[in-house]
């Protein structure tokens, strides 16, 4: 599968995702298994420690899941995800968020996903695992 493949997938799925549009992700790389995200934490973030709510880094690393995994052209979903929080996200924080595929095989993916801020801090650290089901995102392009 090409790397235009790739983007073509995640431009779709992006379109349609009205949370992560929310969150305000930005697309910096999109490769088969990998991509690279942005996103700045906002006021409505925050919780009631004064830090980003945790599940904000949760959903934008899981959003950083469904794109990694799509992106080999197969329609994916999370069987399983876990996170570690290192550090405590702030209002205005700039987070990069890196996804990597450690294994596929033709029923499941197994995900590496880093945050990190603006001062390359790791933020967080996520671990996904999702079920490739046999449905092609765009079988003409095979």
Known sequence: ?????????VDKMMAEDKFSQWLGIETVLIEQGHCILKMKIREEMIN??????????FSFADSAL???SNSQGRLSVALECSISFAIAVKEGDELTCEARELSLTNKTGTYHIEISNQKN???AFFK???Y?????WFPENK
Do not use: I, Y
């Not at 599968?1 to 997938?9: D, P, Y």
């Not at 009631?48 to 880094?57: D, E, L, M, N, T």
């Not at 490739?132 to 092609?136: F, G, I, N």
């Open 1 to 9: 599968m090409s790397k235009e493949l790739a983007k073509k997938v």
């Open 48 to 57: 009631g420690f004064g830090s980003s709510h945790g599940g904000v880094a």
């Open 66 to 68: 469904a794109f990694a």
């Open 121 to 123: 801090e790791k933020v």
């Open 128 to 130: 996904g695992t999702v």
């Open 132 to 136: 490739r089901t046999s449905k092609e």
